[in-house]
């Protein structure tokens, strides 16, 4: 970590030293810190976070008002945070926890559905038994798959 994110993080924790918990947890304010650090690290190698320094300066000046006071500065802050989510993930392989385990259980629950819709059209005497069956398979066997590879991705400490 930086000088300059080091700087800016202080500053966060000192203006935010009064407000309550439960609204920094829900402004995503520790994920704003660490997309900090991460932006400083890259900013040498990305021209995307060398322009997120400025934002980033501007708002952690007026972070205090984005948490406490809706407005004009809070819409900003979220689109920052949101900005930087984004590139994190497609430019850097950043992901949430749990990304891969929740995208692939969807995609299974849906090819196991079709699977089993055109099972139940064929085999009419045992199409429910054989729709529920594809149903249950392609959402466990999915999600199994998801969750190997956000096991590798946390092991290669590239969690958001």
Known sequence: MGLWAELIISKIDVDLEKSREKDIRFFRVEEFKRNITRVDDFST???FCLKQKIDIAEISAKIEEAIEVPGNSRR????LI???ARHMQKEHGFYAPFYFSYLYAFIGILAGAVIGFILYKLFSGHGQSLFSACFVIGIITAYFAGSRKDNKIR???KIM
């Open 45 to 47: 190698s990305c021209p």
């Open 76 to 79: 900003n802050y979220d689109r």
């Open 82 to 84: 949101s900005r930087l």
């Open 155 to 157: 092991t290669a400490n």
